[in-house]
């Protein structure tokens, strides 16, 4: 499926508000985390978006009780004893929760790789590091890896980077664990710290949350819950930056948390954009006089790598030269050709973008490679002063609920087919 953005005759008017779903990272995350209890669980603020259909079918497929209407799911567990998956796991990075999710409920998962995006290789070794030190054993089998422990231990888990992911799947396997569990270098993006208070809403007793050193004291058992999850802050970012492109077009974003966007809108502040920061509603609109910035992305509260794909679109209008450099992901740049081939003056130095601005972008077909890439080929899209088509769009519904109606209340003009 292509997504096509069409331009005006008339130099339309874009810009208006929307209102931001809930967080693509968090949701993966908590989904799995209500394995850890035989009571039933409410979650509400899910994106109905691929990634959380993909994780649905997937634990509907091992015999759970689960189901998602108007943003709320329901999940109950089966106490089936099937801890075998299939091969459905590789459609997203997220699967991989059901490891620490399934070593709390029932000590072993036979697991084979999970999927995402092709950013990286993101290995899980840090993962499985900290899973040896739980008292867990790993063992590489011809039908996947095989997690298993007699008793869940805790113990001092010591991160080599604060990595999101083994952040919170250690999270999962040490909340019933015997004893505690310390995780130093622990991860602090507000997706964690969502899993965090979810986790402490079933009963778990986890203390440090937005700091580096999370202490999890072991308990028996966790309880249901009914939990809200916290709005996408990379959505959130994706729809503000439209509101950077077209002089007097602001976009107003509503149901965020700002203070999670706090290094993108003030890079956004230093490159001569306007931010108007309400309590739950943030409005961003295009300066007059625009300057080149260098930035650096990096873990939480740093730039987010995600907005890096974004951000960029943004610097092709920005007279001067800037830079980006990436530090999470060894392969984060696979919108630059396409964006140079749309009109874009981008050139690659290792893990550093070098952007010249202002560009005149001039549409064409592109390929949306990964996430983030498709959403900066969508904002090349609006910029651009012809017809666009972006190639595989379904990859941009994995993260990105219902795209066509929010563009549509921005007075975007785009279709699927
Ligand atoms: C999560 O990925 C997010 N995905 C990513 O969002 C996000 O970019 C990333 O965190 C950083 O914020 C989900 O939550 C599903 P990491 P994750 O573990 O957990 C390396 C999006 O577009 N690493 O913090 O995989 C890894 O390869 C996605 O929504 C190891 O080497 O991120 C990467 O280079 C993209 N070994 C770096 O660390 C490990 O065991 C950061 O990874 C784990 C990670």
Do not use: W
């Not at 292509?2 to 005759?9: G, M, N, T, V």
């Not at 999962?172 to 402490?200: M, Q, R």
């Not at 999470?328 to 003056?345: P, S």
């Amino acid at each position: 499926m292509d997504l096509h953005i069409y331009k005006s005759k008339l130099e339309k008017q874009i810009g208006g508000t929307i209102k931001i779903s809930g967080a693509k990272n968090s949701a993966v995350a908590i989904i799995c985390g209500c394995l850890l209890t035989d009571e039933e669980v409410i979650l509400q603020n899910i994106p109905n978006i691929y990634d959380i259909t993909n994780l649905i079918n997937i634990i509907k497929e091992m015999g759970h009780f689960i189901n998602l209407e108007n943003n709320t799911l329901f999940f109950k567990r089966n106490k089936n004893k099937k801890y075998k998956f299939n091969d459905s796991l590789n459609k997203l990075r997220g699967s991989y929760y059901l490891i620490g999710s399934y070593l709390g409920f029932m000590k072993k998962i036979l697991f084979k790789q999970c999927g995402g995006c092709v950013i990286g290789k993101r290995p899980i070794n840090y993962h499985q590091q900290g899973f040896r030190l739980l008292n867990v054993k790993i063992k590489e089998t011809k039908k996947g890896t095989l997690y298993k422990t007699k008793k869940l231990i805790g113990n001092l888990i010591k991160l080599q980077f604060p990595s999101v992911g083994a952040t919170i799947n250690l999270l999962f396997a040490s909340v019933l664990a015997k004893g505690n569990t310390i995780i130093e270098n622990a991860a602090i993006e507000p997706e964690v710290t969502d899993v965090i208070n979810f986790l402490n809403s079933m009963g778990a007793n986890i203390v440090g949350q937005n700091t580096n050193r999370l202490t999890i004291y072991g308990v028996n058992k966790l309880h249901g819950t009914k939990y809200t999850i916290i709005p996408d802050r990379i959505e959130a970012g994706t729809y503000l930056a439209i509101g950077c492109l077209k002089p007097n077009q602001p976009v107003t974003v509503t149901n965020v948390y700002p203070q999670h966007l706090t290094s993108f809108l003030e890079t956004l502040e230093a490159i001569g954009h306007n931010v108007t920061i309400n309590h739950d509603s943030i409005t961003v609109s295009m300066g007059k006089t625009l300057s080149p910035v260098d930035i650096t992305t990096s873990p939480y509260p740093g730039f987010p790598t995600d907005l890096g794909p974004i951000i960029t679109t943004i610097l092709t209008q920005v007279p001067g030269t800037s830079t980006l450099t990436e530090q999470i992901f060894e392969n984060r740049f696979n919108h630059i050709g396409d964006l140079n081939k749309m009109g874009a003056d981008i050139t690659i130095l290792n893990n550093t973008l070098i952007i010249n601005g202002k560009t005149v972008l001039n549409g064409g077909k592109v390929d949306c490679h990964d996430l983030r890439a498709g959403a900066s080929l969508l904002l090349a899209g609006i910029l651009s002063n012809k017809h666009t088509i972006i190639k595989d769009i379904e990859i941009f519904k994995r993260g990105y609920e219902d795209p066509i109606t929010k563009l549509k209340f921005l007075k975007i003009v785009t279709s699927i087919n």
